[in-house]
């Protein structure tokens, strides 16, 4: 059955770092540069692009020469290099897609920056590239197009040096793991985000938006933990497992049972990417191996 589409909520992470003194921090954290105060900095996050459920997290342009795209993520995900290059596509439509283009003069544009901070449960490297190129079907030795995501893994104890030389981002980072240290010792979401606030309020951590924010705070974090607890507890529950193992293994050990979670999977995963009807049936008939005839049946019991 089709989940129902969620009304987009904002993140903490997002609301925090909308801030031009806290995004000169952080950059000046990233790139190790030392930007003064009175840089001028342009904060050009989208507001119309949503993958699911999900904004562009950040985005801003640094003294008109470079242009930061900034994504927070709980859950591993692999493909952050095209949604990266879906983001960078829109700034550049947005900022400079004109009959300039068209013209003899070259137009001159910011030189993009792709970060991922990741502050999830499951292991992760301190730092790694994640490189378009990696996704393309066919292997060549010249690239048209790449795009090169740096992923930093912000968990409070794993040692980012990152954490170090941003008080802000060190600040969040250790919210988000008392919140979950506290969510493991009294299984309760909700209270275990009031206590981690108070917390964090009384040890003067993240104070000043902590004391304005709260109320926004509890919703927004409610809902992205809540989330995430879902998507771990459909992986172990087989529903990821049999997509997973539907497309790149065939389901060559997988019973009746997680063919089918596997196919209504791909069927949900296709229509939230607003793929057509065909484009889906297509991809079933190729993943599994399937007849016309029988992709058809599974598509009219699952397509809605």
Request: glycine content about 4%; hydrophobic content about 35%; overall charge neutral.
């Amino acid at each position: 059955m089709k989940k129902a589409k969620q009304t987009y909520k904002d993140s903490v992470f997002r609301k925090l770092f909308h801030d031009k003194e806290k995004i000169l921090e952080l950059y000046n954290a990233l790139s190790g540069r030392n930007y003064s105060s009175d840089t001028e900095i342009q904060i050009v996050t989208l507001e119309d692009v949503i993958f699911g459920d999900r904004k562009n997290d950040l985005a801003f342009i640094i003294d008109g020469r470079l242009i930061i795209l900034i994504e927070h993520q709980s859950t591993i995900n692999p493909n952050m290099p095209l949604r990266m290059l879906v983001y960078i596509a829109k700034e550049y439509e947005k900022f400079y897609f004109s009959k300039a283009i068209y013209s003899k003069q070259l137009v001159k544009i910011p030189t993009p920056e792709m970060y991922v901070f990741y502050n999830g449960k499951e292991d992760l490297p301190l730092e790694e590239n994640l490189k378009l190129s990696d996704a393309f079907l066919e292997k060549c030795a010249t690239l048209s197009v790449e795009a090169v995501v740096k992923v930093i893994n912000v968990n409070y104890k794993q040692g980012a040096e990152i954490l170090e030389r941003c008080k802000v981002l060190n600040e969040y980072s250790r919210f988000i793991y008392l919140v979950r240290k506290n969510w493991e010792k009294t299984n309760d979401l909700k209270a275990a985000i009031k206590q981690s606030i108070d917390t964090c309020i009384k040890e003067g951590v993240l104070r000043d938006f902590l004391k304005k924010n709260g109320g926004d705070v509890m919703s927004f974090l409610y809902d992205e933990l809540s989330r995430e607890e879902c998507e771990t507890i459909r992986e172990q529950d087989g529903y990821q497992k049999g997509l997973s193992e539907g497309i790149d293994k065939g389901i060559k050990q997988g019973i009746e049972q997680g063919i089918e979670q596997g196919i209504a999977a791909l069927i949900e995963l296709c229509q939230d990417m607003e793929l057509s009807r065909a484009e889906t049936k297509a991809r079933i008939v190729r993943k599994f191996s399937l007849s016309e005839e029988k992709a058809e049946s599974y598509m009219q019991q699952y397509w809605k």
